[in-house]
């Protein structure tokens, strides 16, 4: 079956520090994959894209990179701020033409 | 307006009651889904709607009922659920199926006494 796994469950950092978060999948060969943002008792929010025919994109202060020979995702914030403190949640398309979610990283940036 | 609006913020309900939520988007979108999720867990597919129709039941049990009046109505009636159903429900829509970006709700709290 698929599995997505995100390489934390938490991650502490300080602020103005990188944040790396990692997704891993096996059994599937996704077309693309997506990351979300969600903060406590609020639904996810979208914030990139990525297809399996780019190696990399950048919003602003976001980068995440993909490599379907190693069926992973990166996901940096960089200069980060307290502010970046939520669950992160990358998705794809596991064949159904509908999102499955990794479990999650909880990032907290200390001031 | 790239909103999705979710009635109840939050619900109390006993294992005897019938309930429903509602969510409602004005973006066009063609697709909408119901997610649930427990506490620090990822949201789960529940139910996919296309073109008001039913696309995908993740096998989720009967006392889970949705309904798609319309393509800017999603509607989950609950009857006879149990204390473990407590979670988040969570509404989304995207463009199509498929690689569209989803816009989820705020979500319901539900309780199940």
């Known amino acids: 079956s698929q599995k997505i796994e995100q390489n934390s469950e938490a991650l502490n950092i300080q602020e103005g520090k990188t944040a790396t978060l990692t997704c891993n999948y096996t059994?599937?060969?996704?077309?693309?994959l997506q990351w979300y943002r969600q903060d406590p008792g609020r639904g996810p929010v979208f914030l990139l894209l990525?297809?399996?025919?780019?190696k990399e994109k950048r919003k602003e202060r976001l980068k995440v990179t993909f490599d379907t020979t190693l069926k992973q995702s990166l996901f940096h914030i960089t200069a980060s701020q307290p502010a970046d403190s939520a669950t992160y949640l990358c998705?794809?398309?596991?064949?159904?033409?509908?999102?499955?979610f990794g479990s999650g990283t909880r990032l907290q940036v200390q001031p | 307006d790239t909103e999705v609006t979710q009635t109840p913020k939050h619900l109390v309900m006993g294992m005897t009651n019938k309930k429903s939520l509602k969510c409602e988007q004005h973006?066009?979108?063609?697709?909408m889904y119901w997610y649930k999720q427990k506490a620090k867990k990822p949201p789960e597919l529940m139910f996919v709607?296309?073109?008001?129709?039913?696309?995908i039941n993740e096998s989720v049990p009967s006392r889970f009922s949705p309904e798609c009046p319309n393509s800017s109505l999603l509607n989950l009636h609950l009857h006879a659920l149990q204390p473990e159903d407590s979670a988040l429900y969570l509404c989304?829509?995207?463009?199509?199926?498929?690689?569209?970006?989803?816009?989820f709700g705020p979500g319901t709290r539900l309780t199940v006494l």
């Open positions: 990525i297809r399996e025919n780019e």
């Open positions: 989304a829509s995207s463009q199509a199926l498929g690689e569209d970006t989803q816009y």
């Open positions: 059994n599937y060969s996704p077309a693309y």
């Open positions: 709607y296309s073109y008001e129709k039913l696309s």
């Open positions: 998705a794809l398309d596991t064949g159904r033409r509908a999102l499955t």
């Open positions: 973006m066009g979108h063609r697709a």
